[in-house]
């Protein structure tokens, strides 16, 4: 039997721990026999990368059906600014956020992150065993987008668990349970409630922080609403570390699998650009986006009707043979390609040069601090999120 006819409701089960281990086995089939398969929760599964890419660029794929609905899940996370908005209101708040990550200003904090890094790894030094995850993968980025922000050192440990809940929120809201609606919605009232002082802090002591400039933009009474100030805040804190985090320790696990690959960036680090580019090809920390079908379109041999469910299975994608020559081999010195781990279109990930810089830093400092690094667990536990694909930790030996 293929995938498709053993694991609905998405051709593969995505709860599966075979498929948490490994998706990409599970997507292998799935490309392969129907690369456009309609699921019987009556979403179209796109797993190949022409395909995946056509949805990302085409505006004729939006968030919303014609009823308003929005695509995959409702509620609070619904509400995450422009990371689920259609043009026109997609492009006023992307437009006023995106002078925070431009290249200039992400060059600009090249030593900042240097210095994580470097603060980070020290306090590694010593240790005979850690969990990579808690130790170094998850504080860097969070104290990096915590320090765009504005957001104090002494609040950034709060975030943890709101932050799980949102990441795992993320999911399509058929696969998930009403308790994990629920945990979903109310971190999203506390990040709310959060913000909101920390708002009214800004707006008698402004800063020289992106938190400040928002509350400056929000009091001009045009450009931003308070929701929409709140919801930019929460998708700029949560988005701005999870993909991140998911970056620096599923890098790390393809690299301590791979130790020849290992090798290459140990005695290449100025190959770091390339190696980041590979590892999130090789094991994207996002594996999918859901659309809805503005107008009728055929995708290979299948017709999408107008307000049908598309999901572009960005994992799959970027396992393609017809665009990645021996797909499933890691291999950093692979010629740049058209990997889709930060979206296409209108939607391309705001944060990519920031997520880049970070990746590039963390990983080429952390293979040349601990050379003979190790995992200590063969099969690590992944959480269950879908969209979001992570590690629940990594622990591994430094010596």
């Known amino acids: 039997m293929t995938a498709v ?56 794929f939006g968030h919303y059906d014609d009823s308003g609905q929005h695509v995959g899940m409702n509620g609070a996370v619904g509400d995450l600014s422009f990371l689920t908005m259609d043009p026109p209101d997609h492009t006023r708040l992307r437009g006023l956020v995106s002078k925070a990550f431009t290249a200039k200003v992400v060059r600009s904090l090249r030593p900042r992150v240097q210095e994580l890094v470097d603060e980070l790894l020290a306090g590694l030094r010593g240790r005979t065993e850690v969990d990579l995850i808690s130790e170094f993968a998850h504080p860097l980025p969070v104290k ?24 795992r929120g993320l999911d399509p809201e058929f696969l998930l349970t009403p308790q994990q609606l629920a945990w979903r919605n109310e971190a999203k009232a506390e990040f709310d409630d959060y913000f909101r002082g920390l708002i009214e802090l800004r707006r008698a002591e402004p800063a020289e922080d992106l938190l400040s400039g928002l509350v400056a933009a929000e009091q001009d009474g045009v450009v931003l609403t308070e929701q929409e100030l709140l919801d930019t805040l929460t998708l700029l804190l949560v988005a701005g570390h999870e993909t991140t985090v998911n970056l620096i320790a599923n890098g790390t696990l393809a690299l301590l699998r791979n130790p020849d690959q290992f090798e290459v960036l140990r005695a290449n680090p100025d190959r770091a650009p390339e190696a980041v580019e590979e590892l999130l090809r090789y094991d994207p920390p996002v594996q999918l986006t859901m659309r809805v079908a503005k107008s009728e379109v055929r995708l290979g041999c ?34 740049a390609g058209r990997q889709l781990a930060f979206g296409q279109g209108i939607h391309f990930c705001l944060g990519a040069p920031l997520a880049r810089l970070e990746g590039q830093l963390a990983l080429a400092g952390l293979v040349r601090a601990f050379p003979e690094m190790r995992l200590l667990d063969e099969h690590p536990t992944y959480r269950e999120n879908l969209v979001l694909r992570g590690l629940a930790a990594l622990h591994v030996g430094l010596g």
């Open 302 to 335: 299948q017709l999408i009707k107008r307000n049908d469910l598309v999901m572009a299975l960005i994992g799959a994608a970027n396992r393609d043979p017809e665009v990645f020559e021996d797909p499933d081999r890691l291999d950093l010195l692979r010629p």
């Open 144 to 167: 990096v987008i915590s320090e765009m922000l504005g957001v104090p050192a002494a609040d950034q440990d709060r975030f943890t668990d709101w932050s799980n809940a949102l990441a």
């Open 5 to 60: 006819e053993d694991a609905p409701p998405l051709g593969f089960d995505p709860f599966h721990p075979a498929f948490q281990a490994d998706p990409y086995a599970h997507y292998r089939p799935l490309r392969e026999s129907s690369p456009v398969y309609r699921s019987p929760s009556a979403v179209w599964v796109l797993s190949r990368h022409a395909d995946c890419m056509e949805v990302l660029r085409d505006n004729n």
